[in-house]
């Protein structure tokens, strides 16, 4: 029994070692996974931490300070003949704000936010971890393409940046900004920049100019009632507008009285009560129309471009960029000739002497823009004709709402001048200006017309230019392709275009999608005034800030586009295309010019791009919205608005001649030959009495009619065709005549009667 007792007990202690050694096992097993577990955890982690600093960080050193309340900005610009500094503008906010300090906001106003927005605003460190929590789960669960959950400093945040796309990334980078944010800035400070800041519609931003929209009130005068309506309204300012949907507006302002009675921001149920049973009666006070002052087109350029320049450097949203540089103390030196621009004012503001159009009432429209191609300043420009009324109308020389369809003008920068520079052209090399023309890059036969409907046969490139032949340019460019024209005008000369106008008609002809501006064509024009270096064209050089501080140097982007050779060959065509071509109205004598004209189709819009040793202009022509412009007396009212500015302008400056580089040699490029051709005219025994040679093109089809002849008649076919061949002597063509006069001496010579004449030139089979 006491044998049997040990035996059980070693095996139980064998079973208990055993388990002992498995759970030691699972012990180490699960101790292993959780190492895996912390290991891959703190490896994500660092992987997370590289993402945020790399992908997140855009934003989280938004810093309020940027946006002084207190000082305006003021544009400036140089006098050109002293150097004094001279005052153009001040800048004036374009919304109607009234600004107020933490202490001047009712709390009320503060509670009602906080109330419907941001519950656990004064407890949360920027983050409501609870709401963003219940966010993200709706948004993986649910499927839903929206995240929700933002706490007020959360969405001041995203009004500031104006960053407010619907991706996990920009939630994550709002989620870390705003934590940044709350350790920066204070509740108060978080919540006077967001009642100041958003939008409240109806241009109104900010709960002071609210009150006066909605209420004609201070906002120190609105009860709590009025208070919840307005508060109601930021969600969606086009859904709760107490204007024009009243009933929205009422339904969200009593869920707003309602959460503040729940959250003891309304202490009585009787204030409570009365707080809903208030009628509201709107009205806009006297204070919703300020007086601004009227800019110029050029200051006005200059906000905008200023503008831009902003958002990208700070990270903000257009809006926030307004503010900023309406009141954060800058001060911006434009590149404005005032010279030049009281020349351009001259001509522009004065409707009377305009060009005059016929068949309709509309006034035509023009904009103008004149740069100095070795620096990009835009020494001045107009938007319009006539006196500017009003800020933030159409510019049409800058903004993408004026661009309009270049015609023949793009054809320099689009073809001639890469064409050239890829040496497959010459100003000598000769291509057909025929109906028969193929384009090796087109299946469907598309060949464009010549504005004046006819064709004028082989030509070289500098005459194809100096006509204006579309044909030619279609054909240059199907040597050239579209692909590489594309990338030229994009790249090189930074135009902007679809990509639906990588294409014949758009590259050759000018017919661009959205069309381009002035600025776009004075800019690009540079290439050819500046030794093959395109300079951006821009409006300001320089801002500083109310201390003197450099914030940002505006300098000119340069790009090598072509060679200092191709831009003196193609300047030397542009100036016979200026002086003796379709642009020749833009000639101003002694001062040498040089430019390109365009016309689009049914002489919607009209354009001149030219330039003199000093400046580069870009003129375009045309009504806001297009129909045929038909001129009192023939011409280019592009061109003869261009010479009368730029005559105003180089009224005063030396004659000076376009600059020669050292090498000027091209290597010649084969065109199209012509090739000769005769036409015999010979009597039935033989003898020639009359032949005629002439040149065409190898290929083309001729159709060949016999003349009739006095004293005799044709044998046989009155017409032939010859398909003019490479080989001269296979290029001949006898008619046979019989005489049909009594004359004994029928081997005499005749001679054509003066109404009856030798062949005329042949044309080709249409």
Request: proline share 5%; charged share 20%.
């Amino acid at each position: 029994m006491n044998k049997l007792n040990i035996k059980q007990l070693k095996t139980l202690k064998i079973g208990v070692d055993t388990t002992a050694g498995i759970i030691a096992l699972i012990l180490r097993a699960a101790l292993a996974v959780v190492l895996i577990a912390v290991t891959t955890m703190v490896f994500f982690a660092c992987i997370f931490a590289v993402y945020v600093k790399t992908n997140l960080s855009n934003g989280l050193e938004l810093s309020l300070e940027d946006f002084s309340q207190s000082i305006s900005s003021i544009i400036y610009t140089n006098d050109p003949d002293t150097g004094e500094v001279i005052e153009l503008a001040t800048v004036e906010s374009a919304e109607y704000r009234i600004w107020l300090e933490y202490d001047e906001i009712p709390i009320d106003v503060e509670h009602a936010l906080v109330a419907i927005e941001d519950q656990r605003f004064y407890r949360h460190y920027g983050v409501d971890w609870y709401r963003t929590a219940g966010a993200f789960v709706t948004m993986f669960l649910a499927g839903e393409g929206t995240f929700g959950g933002s706490t007020i400093t959360q969405q001041l945040i995203k009004n500031l940046t104006g960053n407010d796309e619907v991706t996990i990334q920009r939630k994550l980078s709002e989620i870390f900004s705003a934590l940044a944010f709350e350790r920066k800035y204070s509740k108060d400070e978080i919540l006077q920049w967001y009642l100041n800041k958003v939008y409240f519609g109806k241009r109104a931003y900010g709960i002071a100019a609210a009150a006066d929209m909605y209420f004609g009130k201070d906002v120190a005068e609105l009860s709590v009632a009025e208070i919840a309506s307005l508060i109601a309204i930021p969600n969606n300012p086009s859904i709760f507008n107490p204007y024009t949907h009243p009933e929205n507006n009422k339904k969200r302002q009593r869920t707003i009285l309602s959460e503040m009675y729940r959250q003891g921001y309304i202490e009585t149920a009787e204030e409570y009560e009365a707080a809903k049973a208030e009628e509201l009666v709107f009205h806009q006070g006297k204070n919703t129309v300020n007086n601004q002052q009227i800019y110029t087109w050029f200051e006005e350029a200059v906000i905008d471009e200023v503008t831009a320049d902003l958002m990208e450097l700070r990270g903000i949203n257009k809006t926030t960029a307004g503010m900023l540089l309406s009141s954060g103390g800058y001060r911006i030196y434009a590149t404005v000739n005032p010279k030049v621009q009281a020349a351009i004012d001259e001509v522009y503001e004065d409707i009377e002497s305009l060009p005059k159009t016929t068949g309709t009432k509309k006034q035509l429209q023009s904009s103008i823009v004149v740069v100095d191609p070795h620096t990009g300043y835009i020494a001045g420009l107009s938007g319009g004709v006539g006196e500017k009324t009003g800020n933030r109308i159409l510019n049409r020389a800058t903004t993408d709402l004026g661009r309009r369809p270049a015609g023949s003008s793009i054809k320099p920068i689009a073809v001639y001048g890469p064409a050239m520079e890829a040496g497959l052209i010459t100003p000598e090399t000769k291509f057909d200006d025929s109906p028969d023309a193929v384009l090796t890059g087109r299946t469907d036969g598309w060949l464009p017309k010549n504005d004046d409907l006819a064709y004028l046969g082989l030509m070289d490139i500098r005459t194809a230019v100096v006509k204006s032949r579309n044909v030619i340019a279609a054909q240059v460019l199907d040597k050239l392709t579209p692909a590489v024209s594309f990338r030229f005008v994009t790249e090189k000369l930074g135009m902007e275009l679809l990509p639906a106008d990588e294409d014949y008609a758009p590259l050759s002809i000018g017919q661009l999608t959205l069309g381009t501006t002035a600025k776009e064509m004075a800019s690009a024009y540079t290439i050819f005034d500046n030794n093959g270096i395109r300079v951006e064209a821009v409006t300001y050089t320089t801002i500083y800030d109310r201390v003197g501080n450099l914030v940002f140097e505006n300098k000119p982007r340069q790009t090598v586009a072509i060679s200092e050779t191709t831009a003196y060959w193609m300047t030397s065509i542009l100036h016979d295309a200026a002086t003796v071509g379709t642009g020749s109205e833009a000639n101003l004598g002694s001062m040498p010019t040089a430019g390109k004209t365009g016309t689009t189709g049914d002489n919607k819009d009209r354009w001149f791009c030219g330039y003199t040793p000093y400046y580069v202009a870009a003129v375009w022509t045309g009504y806001d919205q297009p129909e045929k412009i038909s001129m009192s007396k023939r011409g280019n009212p592009a061109s003869q608005l261009w010479k009368r500015v730029m005559a105003k302008i180089h009224a005063d400056l030396p004659v000076k001649q376009f600059s020669v580089p050292p090498n000027i040699y091209q290597p010649p490029v084969p065109g199209i030959k012509e090739v000769g051709y005769t036409v015999k005219y010979q009597t039935e025994s033989g003898t020639i009495f009359y032949d005629e040679t002439k040149t065409a093109v190898a290929g083309t089809t001729l159709e060949i009619t016999a003349p009739t002849f006095d004293r005799f008649e044709i044998v046989g076919d009155k017409s032939q065709t010859l398909i003019v061949n490479e080989n001269e002597d296979r290029n001949t063509i006898i008619f046979i005549y019989r005489i049909i006069t009594q004359t004994p001496t029928p081997e005499i010579t005749p001679t054509p009667t003066p109404a009856i004449t030798p062949p005329e030139p042949a044309t080709p089979t249409p």
